[in-house]
């Protein structure tokens, strides 16, 4: 697609990947500096996934939603945790199966 050959697609894809699993991660805490000014890190995503939510939209360079307003520190968010019991996880799990039977 677009002149590249398919393995340069292929090992961005396998890259990509491997680093939004690295940005969803809840086991590292904050990255040197230099990093956190330009790229997008654990600290910088988790508040995109929290309430509200409208922030740090960045996949690899939080340098964009810096220049957009649109970043937001995790410092500057209030501490939320979610508790869910296992019956409402269990009946989400069938509400999304039962999509997929006939």
């Given at each position: 697609?677009?002149?590249?050959?398919?393995?340069?697609?292929?090992?961005?894809?396998?890259?990509?990947?491997?680093?939004?699993f690295?940005?969803h991660?809840?086991i590292?805490?904050?990255?040197?500096?230099?990093?956190?000014?330009?790229?997008?890190?654990p600290?910088h995503h988790?508040?995109?996934?929290?309430?509200?939510?409208?922030c740090?939209?960045?996949?690899v360079l939080?340098?964009?939603?810096?220049?957009f307003?649109?970043?937001?520190?995790?410092?500057?968010l209030?501490?939320?945790?979610v508790?869910?019991?296992?019956?409402?996880?269990?009946?989400n799990?069938?509400v999304?199966?039962?999509?997929c039977?006939?």
């Open positions: 697609a677009l002149g590249l050959p398919v393995t340069h697609f292929i090992r961005h894809n396998r890259l990509n990947t491997v680093y939004q690295w940005i991660t809840e590292v805490g904050r990255c040197p500096w230099l990093i956190e000014l330009f790229m997008n890190t600290s988790r508040p995109h996934h929290r309430p509200p939510g409208n740090n939209y960045a996949g939080i340098i964009w939603d810096r220049l307003c649109t970043f937001q520190s995790e410092r500057h209030p501490a939320t945790k508790i869910t019991s296992s019956s409402a996880t269990l009946a799990g069938r999304r199966s039962h999509t039977q006939r």
